[in-house]
Every structure is written in C-alpha cells, then in structure tokens.
T-cell receptor
Framework: GQQLNQSPQSMFIQEGEDVSMNCTSS?????WLWYKQDPGEGPVLLIA?????ELTSNGRLTAQFGITRKDSFLNISASIPSDVGIYFC???????????FGTGTSLTVIP | DTEVTQTPKHLVMGMTNKKSLKCEQHMGHRAMYWYKQKAKKPPELMFVYSYEKLSINESVPSRFSPECPNSSLLNLHLHALQPEDSALYLC?????????????FGSGTRLTVV
C-alpha cells in the first residue's frame, strides 16, 4: 500500500499554543483528509481537501493541500485540552478505491 | 441517523471460540469497510463491500470472514483467532466506494484474544 508519513510523531504543548503537523507521501493524491481519533473511539473527519493549493478552515483548524499534491498540513490555533488525541491524514488512491492513512501524530495538551 | 453503530463494544474470546462483530448504518451508504487498528497505529484496511458485494480483500487470513447481508449491515465472523489478532476493529461506511468525502467510522470493537 501507499506510505504516508506524518510528523511530528508526537507533540506535547501548553494550552493556548498553536500546533502544526504535516503529512507527506511519495505519491500524488487527489484528495486529502484529516481525521482525529480520541482514545477508544473511531476516527472523526475534521477537514477534506480536494484541490492542490487549497486552504480550508474548520473553526480553529486550518488545513492545506500541498502544491505538489504529495503533502498536506494541519494547523490548530489556541489549543485546548479537548484537542488531545491522534491526528491522522488520509489520501485517496489514484484508483479511487480506498483511502490510505498516515502514521499519525499524537497530541497532548498540558493545561 | 448519521452514525455507524458497532456491537459489541468489547469482546474477549478464546482461540477456539467463534464470535461475530456487527456493524450497522442507516445513512443509505452503499460502501462499507472493516479496518483493524493496533494501539497508536493507523487503521489498516481489511475488507471493502460495495453494493453488498466484496470489492477488496487485503489478503486477510481466512479466520476472518466478512458478510454483508444487506445494504445496512456488515458482519465480521471470527474463528480460531490468535492473540496477535487482538486489536480495535473499526467499521466505516461511505455513500459509494471511492467517494472523496471520506468515511464515517463507528466507535469500534475492542477485541482481546486469550
């Protein structure tokens, strides 16, 4: 399958700080998604990106579809304790048959 | 109804047991998926059903047997599992297979094989 690498692998930040994470691939994707997973729960879709260069916001979250179509970025502004969880990127395969998930970024917010 | 419901939430089974996981959605989605997820790892695709027909089997061992009795229901039958099969099993659905809007996931079944 496709390999999507996320960095950083984990982050420990103070409440109120901004967060940046990214997802890179050796392959081109036509759609990028960002999911958040709380412990013991399934992933929940945060943002979907459909076009190279696209910048999309959802509240305090902003995501960008990289120009090369091989990467995507997620920013969280003014972090709060409920932002804790694992963030996964996902790219839609060229065949359109399935999404491939990134390796995940674990976020811990210290009050 | 915008949910994917999975039952049971937790399951402990012995290596000689037979059990089933159940997944249900009433959103009119015609594609349903089974994923396996180990701790702190991304979900790994196991099976995809499209219009109640098996579309993708990611070389999953035969001790896992999926079934899609109708467009709302997806089962995963388990038999003679190994301890390394212990994981969170996630079900997901989407309007169609390959749709770019992403999947709706259930909360998962936490499976422990003893």
């Amino acid at each position: 399958g496709q390999q999507l690498n996320q960095s950083p692998q984990s982050m420990f930040i103070q409440e109120g700080e901004d967060v940046s994470m990214n997802c890179t691939s050796s392959s081109i994707f036509n759609t990028w998604l960002w999911y958040k997973q709380d412990p013991g729960e399934g992933p929940v879709l945060l943002i979907a990106l459909y076009k190279a260069g696209e910048l999309t916001s959802n509240g305090r979250l902003t995501a960008q579809f990289g120009i090369t179509r091989k990467d995507s970025f997620l920013n969280i502004s003014a972090s709060i304790p409920s932002d804790v969880g694992i963030y996964f990127c996902a790219g839609l395969s060229n065949t359109g048959n399935q999404f491939y998930f990134g390796t995940g970024t674990s976020l811990t917010v210290i009050p | 109804d915008t949910e994917v419901t999975q039952t049971p939430k937790h399951l402990v089974m012995g290596m000689t047991n037979k059990k089933s996981l159940k997944c249900e959605q009433h959103m009119g989605h015609r594609a349903m998926y089974w994923y396996k997820q180990k701790a702190k790892k991304p979900p790994e695709l196991m099976f995809v059903y499209s219009y109640e027909k098996l579309s993708i089997n990611e070389s999953v061992p035969s001790r896992f047997s999926p079934e899609c009795p109708n467009s709302s229901l997806l089962n995963l039958h388990l038999h003679a599992l190994q301890p390394e099969d212990s994981a969170l099993y996630l079900c997901a659905s989407s309007l169609f297979q390959g749709i770019s809007d992403g999947y709706t996931f259930g909360s998962g079944t936490r499976l422990t094989v003893v």
